[in-house]
Nanobody, 129 residues
């Protein structure tokens, strides 16, 4: 399984970025896939995820600003990030459902209450004030 992120970069506060994740060796269509992020000195946190029915969940800090979407035919996952803030600065990771010793919830609801066992290498997002 290989997950490859793209689309990170530097942007000023209030700007937008779109991240993409392409998968090989893994079928998106029947599993949860999502985005996590980790800032220096902080724990990894869930950002957004989407299940096989298209139901989504978001972390409280990004709800209303970020939108997660998937294209099952292309096996890609996107994250549209709007109204970016300096506190959104982090390494962003694409992840896919699979066995893992750690459970990282994304959002308060019941969507994608799974472990994410497959991870990309990450793409850096930097938001300046």
């Amino acid at each position: 399984v290989q997950l490859v992120e793209s689309g990170g970069g530097s942007v000023q506060a209030g700007g937008s970025l779109r991240l993409s994740c392409a998968a090989s060796g893994y079928t998106y269509s029947s599993n949860c896939i999502g985005w996590f992020r980790q800032a220096p000195g902080k724990e990894r946190e869930g950002v957004a995820a989407i299940d096989h029915d298209g139901n989504t969940t978001y972390g409280d800090s990004v709800k209303g600003r970020f939108t997660v979407s998937r294209d099952n035919a292309k096996n890609t996952l996107d994250l549209q990030m709007n109204s970016l803030k300096p506190e959104d600065t982090a390494m962003y990771y694409c992840a896919a459902e699979g066995p893992h010793r750690d459970y990282l919830p994304i959002g308060p609801g019941s969507v994608c209450r799974v472990t994410f066992g497959y991870w990309g290498q990450g793409t850096q997002v930097t938001v300046s004030s």
